[in-house]
């Protein structure tokens, strides 16, 4: 008789509301997929702020035979100490890590911490269905693909996984049994992977098949479980959503059909794809919030990160937007390889000028596993080895340099939801850049740290001095957007969601 095996798959959100789909994922394929009890397999949410032993302690108090941890880069240095003190804790327990944080470097990460058993390298369902399946049965790993494993002291990789062609073979998540879904945020795929090249991203895996589609008949099936709940908002988290334009319609067209209860919607799009008819369905949906990455307008830097901008196409999918009333956050990204200051403020000058609801910009993190990670010796990118492998100089912009663009970083954080400053760009030799930077010189002669609205009226009012431009009508808007006696703290001004972490995007 084979006897049971209990299996905790836990996670720390980066946004405490989402939903944690990925350990989703992995419980409906253990129990639908593979006849484990449901009962023997849990999902635990760990909370952000509790320390390693703590952590380790909530996971004791399972008493489960495996635990699986699904890391990112927001808590993999946590949980990988969680997981050291969970094995002082519970020394039999077996300890299973996957993720992009641990799964694209398995073999550094397990050869320095012997408290994890397997890594998984691929994505997560497939191969860790097979190793509970292998150790129900007594059985080694390696026969398990896509996985890094300790065996003793030695340390074994299996063969790639072989991709899963097929996502509808894999049982959905979306069942009353998998979720607690009152107020929180949906998360749905309608599709997996994505088929552009950006160096950067962790999308970008060498996949012999670079996009792969759930069947719209399941993606509409699981659209309407959630459009008939309680939810805070769905979020339809693929790479590009809207890079299939006719199959974005038909999803868009449904979501507009069903979505009785005006549940909003949020998702990531290109803006080369967007036409007036999406947009329109889009605003019909419910739609609420799309993110369209720009990420710099150099040539040289988008050939080096190998991500195509196609400027006309760009442009008439932003105008669409805008026509139809879409609210979208334009990103940016600082610290692009071949990018320099000069380059950088066109690029946000260009954004600022286009006007859109959100303007963010972002550090580059030289993310582990991605080709960008891979190449950096070669280009001359030097980047902090830690989480959150921040970009510290590559030859065309120093440490120096980069530690600016933080306070660029900070700077259009506090002016994103000010409409002054949206104007005042617009006044003939201004620009979003000579505003920021205009910001930056004025904070720092002044040794400013803790802003107030009255700091922000009286930079106005300076600024407009300098430039030659009246300032009543400035100053008049900024005492209304910050208060005088209060902190100064941009986002949060016009209501403008809160930036929870650069990835995910979830709101």
């Not at 399946?133 to 494993?149: E, H, N, Q, S, T």
């Not at 990789?157 to 998998?178: C, E, F």
């Not at 001095?465 to 100064?488: L, V």
Request: glycine share 6%; hydrophobic share 45%.
């Amino acid at each position: 008789m084979v006897e049971p095996m209990k299996v905790l798959l836990a996670t720390i959100h980066a946004y405490r509301n989402a939903l944690p789909l990925a350990l989703m994922y992995i419980q409906a394929n253990l129990v639908d997929g593979h006849g484990h009890p449901f009962e023997d397999v849990e999902v635990l949410e760990l909370p952000p702020d509790a320390s390693p032993t703590q952590l380790a302690a909530l996971l004791a108090e399972r008493k489960a035979d495996v635990v699986g941890l699904s890391c990112y880069i927001w808590n993999g240095r946590t949980l990988i100490a969680a997981a050291r003190e969970l094995r002082a804790l519970q020394p039999g327990v077996k300890i299973v890590m996957g993720g992009p944080e641990v799964g694209t470097i398995a073999r550094d990460v397990i050869t320095a911490e012997p408290a994890i058993d397997v890594i998984v390298r691929s994505e997560g369902e497939v191969p860790f269905a097979e190793i509970i399946d292998a150790w129900k049965a007594g059985r080694d790993l390696d026969d398990v693909a896509g996985i890094c494993f300790r065996r003793g002291d030695q340390v074994i990789d299996t063969a790639d996984a072989v991709i899963l062609r097929d996502l509808n073979l894999l049982p959905s998540p979306h069942q009353d049994k998998y979720v607690t879904f009152k107020g929180r945020v949906a998360q749905i795929e309608t599709q997996r992977g994505c088929v552009f090249r950006c160096n950067f991203c962790f999308y970008n895996k060498d996949l012999s098949i670079r996009n792969r589609r759930f069947e719209l008949d399941r993606v509409k099936h699981e659209l309407l479980y959630w459009l008939n709940r309680d939810v805070h908002s769905i979020y339809l988290m693929d790479p590009v959503f809207n890079l299939n334009a006719v199959r974005a319609k038909e999803i868009c067209r449904f979501i507009a059909e069903h979505n009785h209860q005006k549940i909003k919607v949020h998702s990531e799009i290109w803006a080369e794809f967007m036409d007036d008819e999406l947009a329109r369905l889009m605003k019909a949906a419910n739609v609420y919030w799309l993110e369209v990455g720009l990420q710099t307008t150099d040539d040289t830097s988008l050939a080096a990160i190998e991500r195509r901008l196609r400027m006309e196409p760009f442009l008439e999918g932003i105008n669409s937007l805008k026509r139809n009333n879409l609210y979208f956050e334009l990103q940016l990204i600082y610290g692009l390889p071949f990018e320099t200051p000069e380059t950088f403020r066109r690029s946000l000058d260009f954004a600022a000028k286009l006007e859109p609801a959100e303007l963010s910009v972002f550090m580059l993190l030289v993310l582990p596993g991605t080709e960008l990670w891979k190449k950096a010796e070669a280009m001359g990118i030097k980047f902090d080895p830690d989480p959150p492998y921040r970009i510290r100089s590559h030859p065309s912009m120093d440490e120096a340099t980069i530690e600016a663009g933080q306070r660029i970083v900070e700077a259009i954080d506090l002016m994103v939801g000010s409409m002054a400053f949206r104007i005042l760009q617009r006044e003939p030799g201004i620009s979003m850049s000579v505003i920021v930077d205009g910001w930056n010189i004025w904070r720092d002669a002044r040794g400013l740290t803790n802003l107030t609205g009255a700091q922000m009226r009286q930079f106005v009012a300076d600024f407009c001095g300098t430039h030659g431009i009246t300032s009543a009508f400035y100053e008049a808007m900024i005492a209304r957007e910050y208060p005088a006696d209060a902190p100064a703290r941009g986002r949060l001004v016009a209501g403008l969601p809160v930036r929870q972490y650069p990835e995910p995007f979830v709101r």
